[in-house]
T-cell receptor, first 112, second 115 residues
Framework: GEDVEQSLFLSVREGDSSVINCTYT??????LYWYKQEPGAGLQLLTY?????DMKQDQRLTVLLNKKDKHLSLRIADTQTGDSAIYFC????????????FGKGTSLLVTP | EAGVVQSPRYKIIEKKQPVAFWCNPI?????LYWYRQNLGQGPELLIR????????DSQLPKDRFSAERLKGVDSTLKIQPAELGDSAVYLC?????????????FGPGTRLTVL
């Protein structure tokens, strides 16, 4: 299938901003998502962006989409220790029934 | 409102044994997905249902995996016989109508260990 790539690890200090990056290859991607997975827990949708948008902001979260470069980023402002988790980038397209195609996840560690 | 319910949460079996996982989606959600998440990886789609119809099972290893969604509500995923490589977390998700803007809600998953 089409690839979704993410860096594997990110470490930030509490209070700093975190930026998690993702690239994808499917030009027919319609929606792009960020999911959060905490240890032993299910996947939680944080936010998503439609492919004709280039930015979406939701409280501490800012999503930037560069459709030309197929690059998606998630910025978390004022990162807290409770934000430590694995963050998955995912894309979906109408031609696959909007099934999610995930990256391998970025493990975010927030240190005090 | 109850979320997606999966059982069992954990299952340990020996290879060549059969195993089944059960999923109860959120009430009213027509679309149901089964994903498999290997250690250190993102989830990968196994099968997608629209009501009781399996509309995408292209990634389901049909020689040993089967699934059903009788009456378009609960779903069962079965492996027979299980192999060592089947050790993973099996996630069920549901959404209202399978549209891109519909949130897919995930259950907690079933962690399968094959010895």
């Amino acid at each position: 299938g089409e690839d979704v790539e993410q860096s594997l690890f990110l470490s930030v200090r509490e209070g700093d901003s975190s930026v998690i990056n993702c690239t994808y290859t499917d030009s027919s991607s319609t929606y792009l998502y960020w999911y959060k997975q905490e240890p032993g827990a299910g996947l939680q949708l944080l936010t998503y962006i439609f492919s004709n948008m280039d930015m979406k902001q939701d409280q501490r979260l800012t999503v930037l989409l560069n459709k030309k470069d197929k690059h998606l980023s998630l910025r978390i402002a004022d990162t807290q220790t409770g934000d430590s988790a694995i963050y998955f980038c995912a894309e979906s397209a109408a031609n696959s029934g909007y099934a999610l195609n995930f990256g391998k996840g970025t493990s975010l560690l927030v240190t005090p | 409102e109850a979320g997606v319910v999966q059982s069992p949460r954990y299952k340990i079996i020996e290879k060549k044994q059969p195993v089944a996982f059960w999923c109860n989606p959120i009430s009213g959600h027509n679309t149901l997905y089964w994903y498999r998440q290997n250690l250190g990886q993102g989830p990968e789609l196994l099968i997608r249902y629209e009501n009781e119809e399996a509309v995408d099972d292209s990634q389901l290893p049909k020689d040993r995996f089967s699934a059903e969604r009788l009456k378009g509500v609960d779903s069962t995923l079965k492996i027979q016989p299980a192999e060592l490589g089947d050790s993973a977390v099996y996630l069920c998700a549901s959404s209202l109508a399978g549209e891109g803007a519909d949130t897919q809600y995930f259950g907690p998953g079933t962690r399968l260990t094959v010895l």
